[in-house]
């Protein structure tokens, strides 16, 4: 049975930093490209950062560049996003894709 669970979420201050994390089971990790994609309220789903199989090909949102960085260790089948600098406008419901698969989630508020 393929699973994703995201975690790491929560309350943080404008500035301040986040690491999720998003366990992946029942797949060979290492045959497969690793997406993270967030919601806001009201908003449709978004496309942050993704990262190819090998941990290279690594792509960013603009909204996000040089403030989050997506890794993978395989070997733990873990994906992670290190989220440093956090905006209000970060605030979201951020969730890990892995083809067809997606995790339930994880929010994040940043807010003073």
């Known amino acids: 049975q393929y699973r994703l669970e995201e975690s790491g979420g929560g309350l943080v201050q404008p500035g301040g930093s986040l690491r999720l994390s998003c366990a992946a089971s029942?797949?060979?990790?290492?045959?497969?490209?690793i997406g993270w994609f967030r919601q806001a309220p009201g908003k449709e789903r978004e496309g942050v950062s993704c990262?190819?199989?090998?941990?290279?090909?690594?792509n960013y949102a603009d909204s996000v560049k040089g403030r989050f960085t997506i890794s993978r260790d395989n070997a733990k089948k873990m994906v992670y996003l290190q989220m440093n600098n956090l905006k209000p406008e970060d605030t979201a419901a951020y969730f890990c894709?892995?083809?067809?698969?997606w995790g339930k989630g994880t929010l994040v508020t940043v807010s003073s």
């Open positions: 990262i190819g199989s090998s941990g290279g090909d690594i």
């Open positions: 894709n892995v083809d067809i698969y």
């Open positions: 029942g797949f060979t990790l290492d045959y497969y490209a």
